[in-house]
Structures are given as C-alpha cells and as structure tokens.
C-alpha cells in the first residue's frame, strides 16, 4: 500500500498537480488497476494523518483513536500500556518570578534549541509519585508519558500563545492534575538551572527552562493487526505520527536510510525496502510525506515536480509479481495547495492485481478516477477489497 500523503488537490483553473504532471507510471498503474474515490474516514469529514491511517489499515478511528499524545509517543519510541497518559511537549522560555503557573512564555521553542539530550536525561530523573518518561522528538520537541493514570481527560499546559502565562493541567481526576503540575514545576526547577541552560544564557542564547505539554490522550487496548487479520504488518516512514499508528496497532516500523518525511527524502532507498520488506511481511505500508508538506506550503509546482521526480522509481512497483501481490496506490487525505491544509476532497485509490476487473482508466488523477470501477469507497473498505483479490477472506455467513 503506497500513501502519497496529502496529494490529490482541489482544481485551479481546471487543474491539479495530478493532473499537469508527466508521470507515465504513475498512469501505468491506474491502467491496470481498478480505480475509483475514497473517503478515507467518511464524506466531508477532513481527516488528520492518524485517524486515516488508521483507517486504511482496516481500523475504525472513532473507536481506536486514542488523540495525538499516544501515537506522537509510541512513534518516538516509548512502549505504552493501556491508561498511560501521553502528551506532546516543546521545549519553551518562560520568565518571571513565583511558581512555573506565575510566569509568561516568551517562545514557544526556546530559542529553537534541538540539542535537549542532556535536558531529557535530566528530566528523567524527577522524582513524582507515578513513573513517567521523557523522549526527545526532533528539534524542540518530546513526548511525556505519565504511566496508568487513567483519565477521562487532562488539558494543555501549553497556553499556545507568546505572551501568556504557563497553564495549570486540570482533569477529571484531580489528583491525575496534580501529578501533572508538580511534573511542571519540578521541570521547570531542573531546568533552569541545568548547565546546559546556564552555558545558553552565557552564549546569550534563549534558556530552554520549561516544558510546555499539549495534546493529551489515554492509552487504550487496540487488538494487534496480527490477532485481527493474521498478517504480518511493516510501516516504513520516517514521520513519527505515522510510525506511531504502526505501532499503536502492533506492526513492525522502519524508517530506511535517507528518508526524511520531506522531498529531500532518499526515494530509491524507500521504494526499495517496501519492495524487500515483502519477503518478510504480508502487509507493507509505504508512507511518503512530501507532497502533505508541499500542500500545507502551498506549493503547487513543488507537487508538479515531486510527483515528476518520483514517479521513475515507481517502475519498481510494476515489477512486482501481481499473481502474489496486490498493489494499492492512494492518499490519506487532500491537501489542496489553494487551502494549504487537509480539506475532506475524496483521494484518488488504484488497486492491481492479476485478477481485477480493471476499468477504461488510464490517467492517475482525481477526475479520471471519479470514472473507475471502484466508484466511491471509505478507507476502512481497502484492505478488505485487496485482502478478497488475494482470497484470503473469510467468508461473512455461510
Ligand atoms: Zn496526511
Ligand atoms: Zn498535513
């Protein structure tokens, strides 16, 4: 299954980047597929990259999604169990006099620090009344999960805005808050005066003395792709909300050499280790970034010519033996470069495999597709049409 996340656009003037650019493989694989639309959540919904991921791989996101804080969590690396709390984190600047809640954010990003290993590892070693781990994530950014918490919810101490004061954590549970606040003012302690920090303030450079957290969310039980299918599950990405939602359902994820989530990404090396990776697994989730990023930057050439630059490599994809192998090429969302963020435009889906009822398709863009044999499907229908093409399906009834 190739992702191509946040391709298909919106028209301007007639046109989207699908269908100006020259990708004559690309077009092969519409030729020999079955082609249609696809809501990957449901129409009119705009779907983020983890619930449509999590869709595509045959789960329904309104009862899995657990919010941003767990999968940004697990796609860092750290190993959850069902009622840890999780949340995303930046390294921020505050000053001030009193307590953590007393004082004012003044950037969001401290300066842009993106060296916190020391900083993480001295966070590690407060001492709360629960177990909790800090990770890095890049540049500013970490992951803090509070362990078996379980709570209904807990909110942002993350005012989101320069210039306002650090946000108390409230809950449903009080002492789930508490918790949380003395983890903020216990941080915002060790930070301040750890060296690091002192060796910044010397350079003049911005201190990265507090840790602003954002995005909370309950680890749930989320039965593994292996136990629900019976297959083997591989993510290659490089992004850590993609990787995440692999992990969140028990797959195996990978992150090849050179890819970066960005068009810069290393295409030969992706392409090619979701083709090997198929030696040694069943299901094999491509994920290529950079034309969700080219659509949030509003970018419309920059598609044009990602599209043109990896559509060479897709020769590796039609080569692959479509008696044993059933190829899927979709999107987990619009991301039109006129909006410059998800909009809920169905994407474009092509399914190959020897035995499909191809259709009179020939171009892989989001107007010829409206005319496939697919028609309109949801993302939670993909897995099941290629898992049927495969005859590998149980039958529903007798
Ligand atoms: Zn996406
Ligand atoms: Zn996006």
């Not at 019976?230 to 890819?259: C, D, N, Q, W, Y």
């Not at 410059?340 to 107007?367: C, L, Q």
């Amino acid at each position: 299954m190739l992702i191509l996340d946040g391709l298909p656009d919106r028209p301007i003037n007639g046109k989207t980047p699908l269908t100006v650019a020259k990708k004559p493989n690309l077009d092969k694989i519409a030729e020999i597929s079955v082609n249609g639309i696809m809501d990957t959540i449901a129409p009119g919904i705009r779907p983020g990259s983890d619930t449509s991921h999590l869709a595509l791989l045959g789960y329904d996101p309104y009862k899995f999604y657990t919010g941003r804080g767990p999968i940004e969590a697990l796609g860092v690396g750290i190993e959850l169990k069902p009622g840890d709390v999780a949340f995303r984190a930046n390294f921020a600047t505050v000053v001030g006099d009193g307590s953590i809640f007393d004082k004012v954010v003044v950037d969001r990003r401290a300066g842009r620090i993106s060296e916190t290993e020391e900083l993480v590892k001295a966070l590690n070693e407060i001492s709360l009344p629960v177990e909790f781990e800090v990770a890095k994530a890049t540049g500013h950014r970490a992951a803090v999960v509070f362990r078996g918490l379980f709570t209904d919810f807990a909110t942002d101490t993350d005012p989101k805005v320069v210039g306002e004061k650090v946000r108390r954590c409230k809950s449903n549970r009080a002492e789930v808050a508490e918790i949380i606040n003395e983890f903020m003012q216990k941080a915002h302690e060790t930070l301040e005066k750890h060296w690091v920090n002192e060796q910044r303030a010397k350079n003049g450079l911005k201190k990265a003395n507090a840790i602003l957290l954002r995005g909370a969310g309950v680890m749930k039980e989320v039965p593994s792709f292996k136990d629900r299918f019976g297959l083997r599950l591989k993510v290659i990405s490089a992004t850590a909300l993609i990787k995440g939602v692999g992990k969140l359902v028990g797959g195996e994820v990978f992150t090849p050499h050179g890819a970066t989530g960005n068009k810069d990404t290393n295409l030969e090396s992706k392409i090619s280790s979701a083709v090997k990776a198929l030696d040694s697994s069943d299901v094999v989730l491509l994920h290529l970034k950079a034309f969700d990023e080219l659509g949030h930057d509003r970018d419309f050439n920059g598609k044009v010519r990602f599209i043109e630059k990896l559509d060479p490599h897709l020769e590796n994809l039609l080569d692959l033996d479509l008696s044993n192998v059933c190829l899927i090429v979709t999107s987990d969302h619009s991301t039109p470069v006129k909006v410059g963020d998800h909009t809920a435009d169905p994407v474009v889906v092509s399914i190959t495999h020897e035995d499909v009822r191809r259709d009179e398709v020939t171009r892989f863009d989001e107007f010829s597709a409206t005319k496939g044999g697919l028609c309109r499907i949801r993302g939670m229908d993909v897995l099941n049409i290629a898992l049927d093409l495969l005859n590998i399906s149980k039958k529903f009834g007798a």
